[in-house]
């Protein structure tokens, strides 16, 4: 009851048939009401009650009036003419009934034109309105005289469950937004099914011969189309095409197929089954507002969303796509004014928003973006548009944290690249290497798995170790370091002021060269005149070649010198962790 009207006809035929069983001892000996007694007139006088309320509740949903519709939804009750309407109805009816009958001509949408109005009485659709209503009028007579005998109940039933249900769809009642529609018809095809049944349980009972071979045909027939009618109900483009091959002249499925069309990147055929839906349909705002979007190129565009904004002056889409023309045409003032139409019809539209802002001027766009952020909270692109904004005014830190905010919702949708990028950016050029790494580090952990967490914490862990070598290499740079290899006889000299020092302390220094460096050089000779001690362990090689005033590095070391490839970044295994 309160996804559809049908579900209210429940109660009522309950009632109807709780006043059919009880007929008979009604008429017989009638009962006074009583409220606490268990008769007919208590029990229906609590189901009125009950299904006034639901009603009630049902309007109240609807915030206390009904839904509105327009004239392509439901042609007929638009009409001027009271006859008119009344006929069409009545032979949509009968049509409804023919579908459960022979369910041959079916559509998931009998909009805009599919059943054309009945506008004469001349018309040979009334042949098959009065046919139906005969039928009526028989399974009526039918039940009447049945009250007091009760000797066709199943009858009876399928007759309440083929009329009462589809009382709220009949628009006899209430307008309803269809003329036509399939799935009004599951609660009236039980009905059409016991009435059915019971048909060919009286025939057997008066011995048809060829009663059997006839019901298997008809089972065989419906199991046919029902497998048909499911192949059409595999995929949109195959149920679309099935239906526009029964419906051509129905303007709304030319405008479905066009919108399948233009989803699957076929324009100019698109472009085709727009213009027969506005053939058929010259005032479809909808399809001239696609439309519009397809012809950009031509300059048509602009006619079109006109157009669409002339048959339906509050059509939101028509109003943002001529807002967007505007704006690329530099028609600003008049693109402004559209935008604010268009969220003055939807305030939550996001889209209007987002092209507000680029026709809005830098010192003015904070509003748009706080609004954005409002409607979307969820969106991370708007928190990405926020802090490029204030990127360009120069607020780095604020920038940073809605960077920052860009990225936390992202993650839910498996994380975004370029709110990422733009913190990193805004950091490394801060200089603040440290957060950067520390941004990069949680960004990969939380979007790549346990294991490539690992893998990263380890590069962390080196790319640290590295910059702590690095720094202290640096250190060591101001200190003065020994570069040449080779022992120079100036280096081995000792002066006389410093002999005749060494005599005073009781403790000689003597001046030792490691034997682990293993240093074959030639050098040299040695000042005969200046005495020093030299360990037993260096035993100078002298090479006259050498002699002159101009150092040169030693042959036997520049024989034996190999060319090193530039040193690599080193780790040390013991302080990164492998997975």
């Known amino acids: 009851m309160l996804a559809k009207e049908t579900g209210l006809t429940a109660l009522l035929f309950n009632l109807v048939f709780d006043i059919y069983r009880s007929w008979s001892s009604v008429t017989r000996s009638p009962s006074k009401f009583r409220w606490r007694h268990d008769g007919l007139w208590s029990r229906l006088s609590k189901g009125l009650i009950v299904l006034i309320m639901l009603a009630i509740a049902r309007l109240a949903l609807l915030q206390g009036s009904l839904p509105a519709f327009s004239t392509q939804d439901n042609p007929p009750a638009f009409h001027p003419s009271f006859i008119v309407r009344l006929m069409t109805f009545c032979y949509l009816a009968a049509f409804n009934w023919w579908l459960l009958l022979c369910p041959w001509t079916l559509s998931h949408d009998w909009q805009m034109g599919s059943i054309p109005l009945i506008t004469s009485g001349w018309d040979p659709r009334n042949l098959i309105t009065g046919a139906a209503l005969v039928a009526l009028m028989a399974l009526s007579y039918r039940f009447l005289m049945d009250l007091e005998l009760q000797r066709h109940t199943p009858l009876v039933v399928g007759l309440m469950l083929l009329v009462i249900p589809y009382l709220p ?5 209430v307008t309803v937004g269809f003329v036509v529609a399939e799935r009004v018809l599951y609660i009236p095809s039980v009905g059409s099914v016991l009435l059915t049944v019971y048909g060919v349980q009286i025939l057997c009972h008066r011995g048809g011969r060829w009663l059997a071979l006839g019901l298997a045909i008809l089972v065989a027939a419906g199991a046919a ?6 192949r059409d109900w595999r995929t949109r483009e195959t149920l679309l095409r099935a239906d526009l091959a029964v419906l051509p ?4 499925l030319h405008y479905n197929f066009a919108n399948f069309l233009k989803d699957i990147e076929q324009q100019e055929n698109a472009i085709k089954h727009y213009k027969e839906a506005l053939k058929l349909w010259p005032s479809y705002a909808s399809a001239h507002n696609n439309l519009g979007t397809l012809v950009l190129a031509s300059g048509r565009a602009e006619h079109h969303f006109l157009q669409a904004l002339k048959y339906n002056k509050d ?21 402004l004014k559209m935008l604010e139409r268009c969220i003055t019809l939807e305030p939550r539209f996001v889209l209007a928003y987002i092209e507000l802002l680029h026709i809005t001027p830098e010192n003015e766009k904070r509003p748009t973006l706080e609004r954005l952020i409002e409607l979307e909270p969820m969106n991370w692109e708007h928190y990405y548009l926020y802090g490029n904004w204030l990127k360009g005014r120069g607020l780095w830190p604020l920038s940073l944290s809605y960077y920052k905010r860009s990225i936390r919702v992202s993650l839910l949708s498996r994380g ?14 801060a200089g603040q290497r440290v957060r950067l790494l520390q941004l990069t580090t949680s960004w990969h952990t939380l979007v790549g798995g346990e294991g490539a967490a690992s893998r990263r914490r380890a590069a962390a862990a080196a790319w640290r170790l ?3 070598l690095e720094g202290r290499a640096a250190r060591y740079a101001r200190t003065p370091v020994m570069t040449s290899t080779c022992l120079h006889h100036s280096q081995l000299e000792v002066s006389p002021e410093t002999i005749k020092q060494n005599s005073l302390v009781k403790h000689t220094r003597t001046i030792t060269v490691s034997s682990d460096l293993n240093i074959n050089t030639s050098c040299q000779k040695l000042d005969n005149k200046k005495s020093v001690s030299i360990s037993a362990q260096y035993k100078p090689i002298h090479n006259k070649s050498e002699a002159g005033p101009k150092q040169k590095s030693c042959p036997l070391h520049k024989k034996n010198k190999i060319k090193e490839p530039d040193p690599l970044p080193f780790v040390s295994d013991h302080l990164i962790k492998t997975s």
């Open 169 to 173: 769809a009949s628009n006899l009642l």
């Open 225 to 230: 189309r029902t497998f048909d009618r499911n």
């Open 249 to 252: 002249h129905n303007a709304k």
């Open 315 to 335: 059509h939101v889409n028509a109003h943002y796509n001529l807002a967007k023309l505007y704006r690329k045409k530099n028609r600003v003032s008049e693109s």
């Open 416 to 429: 975004a690249l370029p709110p990422l990028r733009a913190a990193c950016l805004l950091l490394r050029s």
């Open 466 to 468: 590295r910059s702590e």
